[in-house]
T-cell receptor, first 112, second 115 residues
């Protein structure tokens, strides 16, 4: 089975940098996703890592270390609109790796 | 515009009254799934479908049914809803891994309350 751990909640200040960590234990690995979800809304895709290293996309970056079962999402120049939950998800070997298994999410609160 | 459309967005119903939540995608994706989201538990998969007429149970299938008669549609059926099925539901579709793009696309969500 899969086990994914993320902090439940984090707080940060507008303009700052925040790092949200995710650790996972899987029976097989084929990629890790980060999604952003505002309260009551659908998750939206942020990033995908399948190889070790850093993927940068504007203010958001995501890092993966497969040997450590570890990923982080880095948010720079925080804005109030970044207040949301951030979901880490990994592919499950079942159903040809099409299935995503999600962590419980990290709720980020950005204050002025 | 590529999208996944769920209906209704909000639904309040009574225990035991059958209901269907519809889901439709216009991206020709083979893989579709239903999730429920509850506080502190995250997104949990209810059922999934690998293609037309191919469906299987996810992690929390009890009390739910699905069908996949056409590629674009994947309705979620609650034959006899109970209060513990009060939740926020999401439909998602995913392109086949051979297509390169790999992220799931989510519908807008259906907030269901069973009283």
């Amino acid at each position: 089975g899969q086990n994914i751990d993320q902090p439940t909640e984090m707080t940060a200040t507008e303009g700052a940098i925040v790092q949200i960590n995710c650790t996972y234990q899987t029976s097989g690995f084929n990629g890790l996703f980060w999604y952003q979800q505002h309260a009551g809304e659908a998750p939206t895709f942020l990033s995908y890592n399948v190889l070790d290293g850093l993927e940068e996309k504007g203010r958001f970056s995501s890092f993966l270390s497969r040997s450590k079962g570890y990923s982080y999402l880095l948010l720079k120049e925080l804005q109030m609109k970044d207040s949301a939950s951030y979901l880490c998800a990994v592919r499950d070997p079942g159903a040809g790796f099409q299935k995503l298994v999600f962590g419980t999410g990290t709720r980020l609160l950005v204050s002025p | 515009e590529a999208q996944v459309t769920q209906n209704p967005r909000y639904l309040i119903t009574v225990t035991g009254k059958k209901l269907t939540v519809t889901c439709s995608q216009n991206m020709n994706h083979e893989y579709m799934s239903w999730y429920r989201q509850d506080p502190g538990l995250g997104l949990r998969q209810i059922y999934y479908s690998m293609n037309v007429e191919v469906t299987d149970k996810g992690d929390v299938p009890e009390g739910y049914k699905v069908s996949r008669k056409e590629k674009r549609n994947f309705p979620l059926i609650l034959e006899s809803p109970s209060p513990n099925q009060t939740s926020l539901y999401f439909c998602a579709s995913t392109p086949a891994m051979r297509e390169g793009r790999t992220e799931a696309f989510f519908g807008q969500g259906t907030r269901l309350t069973v009283v």
